[in-house]
């Protein structure tokens, strides 16, 4: 167990709706980091949140966007659905988000029908 | 092309043997290399990581090189195992910033 809690574990939906996905990093984690698994896809940055700012973005898409709250939980919020957004995202956590060991949680696998 | 590059994208290998994957970066600020496995169904782990001050780090079976002049790097698997099937993925952190940027991934398959 990496200390890193994702929830849903498994989300099904429609094209054109609309779902949230939430992290809890690790236990002293100040950073948290959303990647995107595909089939036959490495893993994909989305974004990352240090401390309830946002740090860097990836190749998020306009209808997702993230926030990091106070109690340093996060949510990935993924909009107007489509077929290709099916896939399996990622949470990660780290202690000061600069090279340093990242801590997966189990996933949550999204599947837009 | 892509930021950092992986091969081969699948490795078959006999129970005992030594694997080698290998990784190559295109940023050279970049200057910590990671490298994750991720059993089926699992989530990625880090297994060892290196830093551009070190030219080679051993930890167990594994190892990893780093030609920093070359701009690629390597995980080395020696006495491979059963449980050693996975998928590998290196990663660099490209354009000044700290996020790791993931390779496509080695699928290792090791037959006993």
């Known amino acids: 167990d990496s200390g890193v809690t994702q929830t849903p574990k498994h989300l099904i939906t429609a094209t054109g709706q609309r779902v949230t996905l939430r992290c809890s990093p690790r236990s002293g984690d100040l950073s948290v980091y959303w990647y995107q698994q595909s089939l036959d896809q490495g893993l994909q940055f989305l974004i990352q949140y240090y401390n309830g700012e946002e740090r860097a973005k990836g190749n998020i898409l306009e209808r997702f966007s993230a926030q990091q709250f106070p109690d340093l939980h996060s949510e990935l919020n993924l909009s107007s659905l489509e077929l290709g957004d099916s896939a399996l995202y990622f949470c990660?956590?780290?202690?000061?988000?600069?090279?340093?060991?990242?801590?997966f949680g189990s996933g949550t696998q999204l599947s837009v029908l | 092309g892509e930021n950092v590059e992986q091969h081969p994208s699948t490795l078959s290998v006999q129970e005992g043997d030594s694997a080698v994957i290998k990784c190559t970066y295109s940023?050279?600020?970049?200057?910590?290399f990671p490298w994750y496995k991720q059993e089926l169904g699992k989530r990625p782990q880090l297994i060892i990581d290196i830093r551009s001050n070190v030219g080679e780090k051993k930890d167990q079976r594994i190892a990893v090189t780093l030609n920093k002049t070359a701009k690629h790097f390597s995980l080395h698997i020696t006495e491979t195992q059963p449980e050693d099937s996975a998928v590998y993925f290196c990663?660099?952190?490209?354009?000044?910033?700290?996020?790791?940027?993931f390779g496509r991934g080695t699928s290792l398959i090791v037959h006993p």
């Open positions: 990660a956590s780290s202690r000061q988000g600069r090279n340093e060991k990242l801590f």
């Open positions: 990663a660099a952190s490209i354009g000044g910033s700290y996020i790791p940027t």
């Open positions: 940023d050279s600020a970049s200057n910590y």
